[in-house]
């Protein structure tokens, strides 16, 4: 992961409100593309530059062969009313140690998958076991990416709900664990159209976290279709049940005993 230093110089004399509404919105459209990880730092004005710093998966992602038609379109406008160019330059690496982007071809799978603390993006490749850039998935349209960052946000404030403990815990755990609730359809439906959309089979994480003997948790069958679906070992290091027809993954509860 890099952080970017986005900045434009202002040679006009155009309304600066709308430059710095326009630049922020800016910043959303590269967000839902994911050539920005969300959520975006707010970007700021300083003597006569727009100026945002940004968190990136490869150094290459803010490249303009990644542009949609709006960001391209809302960067033109920019560009004319401040009568200058966009630029943009890597500043430093992360110093955690991220995964990387993900180069395959063709991957065997991809996994949908994100908590509340994840930072980066949130398609998995199941080859590399590296992040997808999704700026690089031609193959899925704008709502396929509102679709796909609306599952991320609720994914998010479910598990931070479950997190804190206080407010609605029971009810964010099943809706990250019951592969019937309206999480899990939202997110099964983004996992079959991306599967349609890239013919790689993509699968779905369902949480378990039940305070349950280990022997039990392995006895635990696929929660959708009741079949078999312990691995002998681990997938990735980190999956232990894998569902091939229903396409869902799960871990052992980190709890069991
Ligand atoms: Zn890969
Ligand atoms: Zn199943």
Known sequence: MYKQKLSISINSSFDRTKLCDEFEILMSNLCKRGQIIGPYETPFIAENALIAYQTTLEDTSLSEKYYDEYTAKRIGDIENWCNSTLRTEVIGKAISDHRGACQCKKPDFYVLF???????????CGTCNQIVPLYKLAQLNYDDRHEMLSWETNYKSCDNLQ????????????????????????????CQRIWEATEIP???YLHNYRRISLQKDKERLCPSCHGNWLLKKPLLDFYNFKCEKCKLLSTFSPVAF
Do not use: R
Not at 114 to 124: K, R, Y
């Open 202 to 204: 993509t699968y779905y």
């Open 114 to 124: 994100t908590h509340a603390l994840n930072d980066t993006g949130f398609l998995e």
């Open 163 to 190: 997190l804190n403990c206080t407010v609605g815990e029971k009810w964010a755990t099943m809706q990250m664990s019951d592969p019937k609730s309206s999480l899990s359809k939202q997110g099964t439906a983004i």
